[in-house]
């Protein structure tokens, strides 16, 4: 996947990504968000703002710009990863106390899982939704029908949101654009993530808006493709197991991902440890003291 409009990638700057759904870059480039955080305003003058993204002054001030003279309805979270839901309180509070809005805002998403989150994605505790979405439930906004998809696995409380008019999944870190999606145990979990990649085939899905990066047009391709390449990573996994039996994951880490330059091993080994997890549910692995061997 390549980032076809990557002019478009300047923090702040409103972009339309389609009729219904605009795009706010959020400040935060790394090696784990990309380009930054993209949030979404969906719909116009009655508004939903998902993810409204790290809690950054400048970020905020480009959303209350965005949005001036429309009323937030919804706010949807997909997670509550620290570069995603953060911004979700002091969004709160301006369109309260500066914009003067009094009508009620529903704050929709799962809280901060019980688990630590990892080193990797520590999760959001500032998060304090008003209402928790079921799998399947239905918002209405001013003409527009967006579902909630449980979509647990690269996080516990991850969630998808389905804009039935458009067609659009916006993803979340479900799905990313021209980059791999971490799967962190103990939070992340490989097993549920395939899973929620092969619900997303009974979807009649156009495109994807993901958290980082652009839309996706090829939705079921990149699942299908997706899939095969967490299965094959597994085989390497299956393959390195078989060749050094009773193995450390720092051990193994440098066999399974030979394709990915050292200095990277160290977020692989949290995906390796994701995949052996995996294994171990399916029966197939058992660990001895941090040592680790094929059934
Ligand atoms: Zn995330």
Not at 112 to 131: C, I, K, V, W
Not at 183 to 191: F, S, V, W
Request: glycine share 6%; net charge negative; hydrophobic share 35%.
């Amino acid at each position: 996947m390549t980032n076809k409009k990557s002019s478009e990638f300047i923090p702040g700057k409103v972009i339309q990504c389609t009729k219904h759904v605009r795009r706010v870059l959020a400040p935060n480039p790394s090696m784990m968000t990309g380009p930054g955080t993209n949030t979404y305003i969906l719909g116009t003058g009655d508004i939903a703002i998902l993810d409204p993204g790290p809690k950054n002054k400048a970020h905020l001030e480009a959303l209350l710009e965005a949005t001036e003279g429309e009323t937030v309805r919804l706010i949807l979270s997909t997670h509550t990863h620290n570069d995603h839901s953060p911004g979700t309180v002091p969004l709160v509070e301006a369109l309260q106390n500066e914009r003067k809005q009094v009508d009620p805002i529903e704050i929709i998403g799962l809280p901060a899982s019980l688990h630590n989150g990892s080193p990797l994605s520590s999760h959001d505790r500032s998060f304090e939704p008003t209402r928790l979405p079921k799998h399947g439930d239905i918002f209405t906004l001013n003409g527009l029908t967006i579902e909630a998809i449980c979509t647990p696995g690269h996080a516990s409380n991850h969630v998808c949101y389905f804009l039935q008019e458009e067609k659009l999944l916006l993803t979340g870190d479900h799905i990313m654009d021209g980059s791999t999606v971490v799967i962190a145990p103990p939070d992340g979990d490989m097993k549920a993530y395939i899973e929620s990649l092969e619900l997303l085939y009974t979807y009649d899905i156009q495109q994807f808006a993901p958290a980082h990066g652009n839309l996706i047009d090829t939705p079921k391709e990149l699942v299908k493709a997706t899939i095969a390449h967490r299965l094959k990573r597994e085989a390497k996994v299956v393959a390195a197991m078989k060749s050094k039996p009773n193995s450390t994951i720092k051990e193994l880490v440098t066999t399974v991902y030979d394709d990915t330059p050292p200095f990277l091993h160290p977020v692989a080994e949290f995906s390796l440890l994701a995949h052996i997890i995996k294994l171990k549910a399916d029966g197939r692995a058992e660990e001895n003291s941090d040592r680790w061997q094929l059934v």
